[in-house]
């Protein structure tokens, strides 16, 4: 079962996971890197989300190495994901995930994701995705195996990728990481994670930024005198959702990370929650077959 402590997720490999990450999408350069992740393991975040694509492994690795001594922290006291690019799906995953492990030069990742249930430059509808996420599932596999990749898992995979995976691996999804916040509720795959044991993890928890100005969730945050953002990434956490936002702001990044010294009242939940609207700020895999 996927439970959960005040401040991590227990995975279906029996590891921890906390529920609060920094997200590092366009965080890019050695200095924006070095100055967001600096501000982040003083701010008490010991869990970074990056990917191929974010082209910023190389950085992240490096810039972790420099500041775990200075924080007195070791490569165990933290956490970290990186994700196989759409390019690399099927026959490149064995490669792709092999460059990502020597790009971060971190000894292992303790999370790898399949990124995107589709293939870079495919139609959507191209008949080769299922076999391609299948062979990039075994690459995982492998590696996960060989101790190299602590726990795997997917992002952007629908209800329908899900089952075809569950039916097909030999080792089971530990995370999934999609789109989720209070106007993308993701009721269906929420109940497919909670079903086969799946961490269910929240991506654009601020939708890229545009939340915080939502009237409803200003209102909550005059409410509970928390900023709206706090309000946003406290919904998630407090139904048991990991969440992974994003800030190259020093102030944002501290404030961001307090999450876990307050409670939103039911009313509050079910407001935020009511906002629902199935939309979505980033990208859509709902085509992909
Ligand atoms: P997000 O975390 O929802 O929002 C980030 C935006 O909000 C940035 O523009 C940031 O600006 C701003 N922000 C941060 N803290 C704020 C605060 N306290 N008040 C006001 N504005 C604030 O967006 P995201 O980057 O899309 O998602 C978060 C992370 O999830 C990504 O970085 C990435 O690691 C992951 N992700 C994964 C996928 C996937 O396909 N698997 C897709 C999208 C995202 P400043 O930087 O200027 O503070």
Redesign the pocket.
């Known amino acids: 079962m996927c439970s959960s402590s005040s401040r991590s997720v227990l995975l279906n490999t029996g590891v921890q996971m906390l529920f609060l990450g920094l997200?590092?999408?366009?965080l890019v350069g050695p200095e924006v890197v070095y100055q967001a992740v600096d501000a982040a393991l003083a701010a008490g975040y010991r869990s970074f989300?990056?990917?191929a694509v974010?082209r910023n492994e190389a950085d992240l690795g490096r810039v972790l190495k420099e500041l775990l001594p200075k924080h007195g922290l070791t490569r165990e006291d933290v956490f970290i994901t990186s994700?196989l690019g759409p390019k690399d799906q099927g026959e490149g995953a064995m490669e792709g995930a092999l460059r990502s492990l020597a790009q971060l030069d971190l000894g292992y990742i303790d999370l790898y994701?399949i990124?995107?249930p589709g293939t870079q430059g495919r139609v959507v509808t191209d008949q080769r995705n299922p076999g391609n996420r299948a062979e990039s599932w075994a690459a995982l596999e492998k590696l996960h195996a060989q101790g190299k990749l602590k726990a795997i898992g997917v992002?952007?995979y629908t209800p329908a990728h899900m089952r075809e995976l569950i039916q097909s691996c030999k080792i089971p999804p530990a995370v999934l990481?999609?789109?989720f916040?209070p106007r993308l509720c993701q009721t269906e795959l929420r109940k497919v994670c909670e079903e086969y044991e799946v961490c269910f993890q929240a991506?654009?928890?601020?939708?890229?930024?545009e939340?915080?100005t939502d009237p409803v969730v200003l209102e909550v945050s005059k409410n509970c005198e928390r900023?709206?953002?706090q309000v946003l990434l406290r919904w998630a956490v407090q139904q048991g959702v990991p969440v992974?936002?994003?800030?190259?702001?020093p102030d944002?990044i501290k404030?961001?990370a307090r999450l876990f010294d307050f409670t939103l009242s039911d009313t509050d939940m079910d407001r935020l929650s009511a906002l629902d609207c199935e939309h979505k700020?980033?990208?859509d895999s709902s085509e992909v077959v």
Do not use: F
């Not at 992974?244 to 702001?249: I, Q, T, Y």
């Open positions: 997200g590092t999408y366009k989300d990056s990917a974010y994700k994701l990124h995107w992002s952007n990481q999609v789109e916040h991506y654009s928890s601020l939708g890229k930024g939340l915080v900023t709206p953002a992974l936002p994003k800030s190259s702001n944002r404030d961001n700020y980033c990208w």
